[in-house]
């Protein structure tokens, strides 16, 4: 039987592309990278300064690759890369603090703005990343889905477990921690 790699078609579930990579189909992980890589690097992008973003990124998907065979579906696939992003994103401060001070990103470019004095806006991300990584993980995780990945409520809630008000609730907190966190 010849060994024919046919591309993987977009309506497969993560579950079925997991399981094809288990089975040795390496071209299930590349729909996979394909699939997830525009939430990954626009997570990444939030937290850690532009000029490391496309390696931490890659690290994701390293790590990812390396762990997919011992995935056990306890999680929602989207929801164990998350955790493995905010783990590299970490593991990158912790590597990167022992040399420097961690800079970090706006919430002006999370809104889209990109207008302005090029070192201006520079210097805004570093100061919005900078408040991000100092906010308690639930509220930036909640500010990181609403921004990062463009999710709405409903989603971040289902994404979350909580109900609508909770989520809605918790991003009003996280919020003005972060404007409070900012205004100091």
Not at 28 to 48: E, I, Q, T
Not at 135 to 164: C, H, M, S
């Amino acid at each position: 039987m010849e060994n024919i790699s046919l591309p993987v078609p977009s309506a497969e579930n993560d579950e079925h592309l997991i399981q094809q990579f288990k089975d040795g189909k390496s071209d299930a992980f590349n729909a996979l990278y394909r699939r997830h890589l525009p939430s990954v690097y626009k997570r990444v992008r939030y937290v850690v300064p532009e000029i490391d973003v496309e390696d931490v990124t890659q690290e994701v998907f390293m790590a990812a690759l390396k762990s997919l065979p011992s995935f056990r579906g306890e999680a929602q696939f989207g929801t164990w890369l998350r955790t493995l992003t905010n783990h590299k994103v970490a593991e990158y401060y912790r590597k990167r603090n022992r040399k420097q001070e961690a800079p970090q990103v706006p919430l002006f470019e999370a809104l889209g703005r990109t207008e302005g004095n090029p070192s201006k806006i520079m210097e805004e991300r570093i100061i919005l990343r900078n408040a991000l990584q100092d906010l308690p993980d639930q509220y930036r995780e909640v500010i990181l889905l609403r921004f990062a990945e463009g999710l709405q409520f409903n989603e971040v809630a289902k994404l979350t477990g909580q109900n609508l008000e909770a989520t809605k609730s918790l991003f009003r907190r996280a919020m003005s921690a972060l404007r409070n966190h900012l205004d100091k």
